[in-house]
């Protein structure tokens, strides 16, 4: 499973032939019962594929959007229906808050690897996730 957590919400897209799909918060936005094929599409080779999608321009923070987007999912026991072997968060690169550290924090996710390139950019998101991380640790 992959699950996208850009705002953009196009982590998905290649698995999906170019196609995009609806996001979590775009279905909570609607205001109508979501159902788990409102937010969970199939991909290529069988990989599920949801995105988490981003608040609204001036709303609110992208990290909190991924709060708000993870609930629906363990509501709806999405990863114990499905039981995928690895879920996968694809995290955007310009990460400026710890918001996006929220699926170990929630518990939805038991280890976390960064894949990033040498720049600079890349290094300050990896350090915020890992603050984002440690700080849950520590205050728990």
């Given at each position: ?32 019962r ?36 993870i ?33 170990i ?36």
């Amino acid at each position: 499973m992959q699950i996208g957590c850009d705002p953009k919400s196009d982590s998905t897209n290649n698995l999906r032939g170019g196609k995009s799909i609806p996001s979590v918060l775009d279905a909570l936005r609607s205001g109508k019962r979501i159902e788990i094929s409102d937010i969970v599409y199939e991909g290529f080779n069988g990989i599920l594929c949801v995105e988490a999608g981003g608040p609204e321009p001036g709303v609110g923070c992208a990290g909190r959007g991924i709060i708000t987007a993870i609930e629906p999912l363990r509501q709806k026991n999405v990863f114990e229906e499905f039981k995928p072997d690895v879920v996968i968060y694809d995290v955007l690169g310009d990460v400026v808050c710890g918001g996006f550290s929220i699926p170990i924090r929630e518990g939805v996710a038991e280890q976390v690897y960064t894949v990033a390139s040498s720049d600079f950019m890349a290094i300050y998101a990896a350090n915020n996730l890992f603050k984002g991380i440690r700080s849950y640790a520590v205050g728990s």
